[in-house]
């Protein structure tokens, strides 16, 4: 990762006017704000509320998908935790969406030697028929190789992708694999084959399926797709190397089923001073069906609850209000996301900095935001309290979370806290998906490092943001 210095001539502006470490004040707080927020940070380090949160929506709700019981049970979750935990205000917004639902899985090798898959459908997948499919397997390493194959080839075969995913601190093996995901069911239907499998989108060997959603587009043909785990996929590598034809069969019973209508779920710490400019913090609220959603995305959401409500009790109120949103539907669409966007796009001005957790619960190693270089002395003053528990700046090109996408692009600054995600990938969009998976230790670093940046930009008139006259 490129690490980025700040310029010598923002540190000292930074500093104050003062030359003197002793100033009461600095530009932007005053040396008693920031021994608190020192003293908070310290104290988060050992806090349970992240935790505690986390375990509540885990064990409580568990499995949130989309449209779903448990999705229904999630927001009336949402909106008694932030009640029970004395936000100033608790609002639900709607966040239709079309809803996805799995059904039964299958996954059987026919010939040459006949054995059983592990398989999980992809989001937003077609069903097969009644009966599933059966056809030959044809070979691709990667999508690539699948876009560019003669379609004589692919007619009438089920294609499968082996690329496996690279395991990175960063997670950007991620963005390197996923595209056999997103787009193998539409471009088999293009070239006439008849179903889609892809080896897992994860960096474990556990024979747990990974799910995850593909790209949809209800004018563009697409075949049914599924996910197998990787011991699978290896399986199945080994018999194609074999020289002989591979006959596969496999059922997905994954269906849109209708409209529905979830929620975000908004708590409010009201600001003192500029009630109505925002630092936006949060989660996505909802989880894929396979396990219980405890990285993806409950600590998240645990994190950022715990962090804004520390604040209102150690510090008191802020000067701006901490948003905190549970995002609806992120895993199949950024639902809550466009509705959010949609229904606020006229206040995108009053949204003064903004990021999302949505990446497990591994130790924070480093802090990246993406705003105006003008309120790079305000980074260095995060700097100095985030520094202590070993983050270090990443530079000013940070991508934030997939929820802030839609204000990030209206001009909102951002910012991103940037986990461990080494194991990340092994439990991601899995039924391994579980609280056992959180180290409680490193929860409460991450609390720690949400409770210097949140406290940090909502107690300051600096404007972190791009203009937005011309938006």
């Known amino acids: ?25 600095n530009d932007f707080y005053t040396t008693d704000f920031l021994d608190q927020v020192a003293t908070l940070r310290d104290h988060a380090l050992t806090d349970p509320l992240a935790y505690d949160i986390t375990e509540s929506l885990t064990t409580e ?66 069903p097969t028929p009644n009966e599933g499919i059966t056809g030959e397997v044809v070979h691709f390493n990667t999508i690539d190789e699948l876009k560019s194959a003669d379609p004589a080839l692919v ?25 056999a995901r997103s787009t193998t069911a539409q471009v088999t239907a293009a070239k006439g084959g008849i179903g889609a499998i892809i080896r897992s989108i994860g960096t474990d060997n556990n024979r747990t399926p990974h799910t995850g959603a593909m790209k949809y587009e209800a004018d563009v043909a697409a075949v049914p797709a599924g996910a197998i785990s990787n011991p699978d996929a290896d399986l199945l590598v080994n018999m194609l190397n074999r020289g002989k034809p591979v006959t596969l069969k496999y059922t997905l019973g ?72 549970l995002w609806a539907n992120e895993e199949n669409g950024l639902s ?27 130790t924070i190693y480093a802090f990246g935001t993406r705003m105006d270089e003008k309120a790079m002395p305000l980074v260095h003053e995060m700097m100095q309290l985030l520094q202590p528990l070993g983050i270090e700046y990443a530079g000013n090109e940070a991508s934030s979370g997939a929820d802030l996408i839609p204000m990030r692009a209206a001009g909102m600054a951002v910012f991103g806290l940037k986990q461990d995600g080494t194991k990340y990938f092994d439990y991601h969009h899995t039924a391994n998906d579980t609280l056992d998976k959180i180290d409680p230790k490193e929860l409460a670093q991450n609390v720690a490092a949400w409770v210097v940046v949140t406290a940090l930009s909502a107690n300051t008139s600096e404007n972190f943001g791009f203009d937005l006259s011309d938006k």
């Open 254 to 325: 994954s269906r849109f089923d209708g409209d529905y209508v979830s929620h975000n779920v908004i708590g409010d710490i009201i600001g003192s001073e500029k009630p109505d400019e925002y630092i936006v913090i949060g989660c996505h609220l909802d989880s894929w069906d396979l396990g219980t959603g405890a990285i993806d995305d409950a600590s998240g959401c645990g994190i950022t609850m715990a962090a804004a409500k520390l604040i209102k009790d150690h510090i008191g109120q802020p000067k701006r209000t901490i948003r905190v949103v």
């Open 336 to 362: 809550g996301a466009k509705a959010y966007h949609e229904a606020h796009k006229e206040e995108m001005k009053q949204h003064i900095f903004g990021g999302e957790s949505d990446f497990g619960a591994g």
């Open 155 to 179: 007619k009438g075969k089920i294609t499968f992708i082996s690329n496996r995913m690279e395991r990175h601190k960063d997670g950007s093996g991620y963005g390197k694999a996923v595209g």
């Open 1 to 25: 990762m490129k690490k980025l210095l700040l310029p010598l001539v923002l540190m000292t502006a930074a500093s104050g006017a003062s030359d003197d470490s002793k100033s009461a004040t």
């Open 61 to 126: 709700v568990g499995a949130r998908l989309a449209g779903s019981p448990g999705d229904a049970k999630a927001v009336a979750w949402g909106e008694a935790k932030f009640k029970s935990l004395g936000f100033d205000r608790v609002t639900l917004e709607a966040a239709p969406l079309k809803r996805w639902v799995r059904g039964v899985e299958t996954a059987e090798i026919i010939s040459p030697f006949k054995q059983t898959l592990t398989i999980t459908a992809l989001g937003k997948s077609s």
